[in-house]
Nanobody
């Protein structure tokens, strides 16, 4: 089982990026997938979750609601995080993670201990 995150980079405030998380060794459709981020000196923060495909619900932290969109392409076994209207405070390393159990997203999807496999992280820097 592996997750590989990519798509980060340097972007100006107000800009956009799309992160990708490619899965191997399991079907992403069967699991809830969550994007986390961690800024220097801060704790890891769950920012968006997509439930297993039989449900498909999506969830967002207040800090990104209305600006970020999570999605999944089952045929490519890939999850995405479209990030618009980026702010300097969005600067962080972004990680994708798989829930340790198949099925729908948990009520407490933002708790990192629910996840067993993590991507390696991709740096997002928002700066002028």
């Amino acid at each position: 089982v592996q997750l590989q995150a990519s798509g980060g980079g340097l972007v100006q405030p107000g800009g956009s990026l799309r992160l990708s998380c490619v899965a191997s060794g399991f079907s992403m459709d069967a699991y809830a997938i969550t994007w986390f981020r961690q800024a220097p000196g801060k704790k890891r923060e769950g920012i968006s979750c997509i439930s297993s495909s039989d449900d498909g619900s999506t969830y967002y932290a207040d800090s990104v609601k209305g600006r970020f969109t999570i999605s999944r392409d089952g045929a490519k076994n890939t999850a995405y995080l479209q990030m618009n209207s980026l702010k300097p405070e969005d600067t962080a390393v972004y990680y994708c993670a798989r829930d340790r159990l198949p099925g729908r997203a948990r009520n407490s999807w933002e708790v990192s201990s629910w996840y067993d496999y993590w991507g390696q992280g991709t740096q997002v820097t928002v700066s002028s």
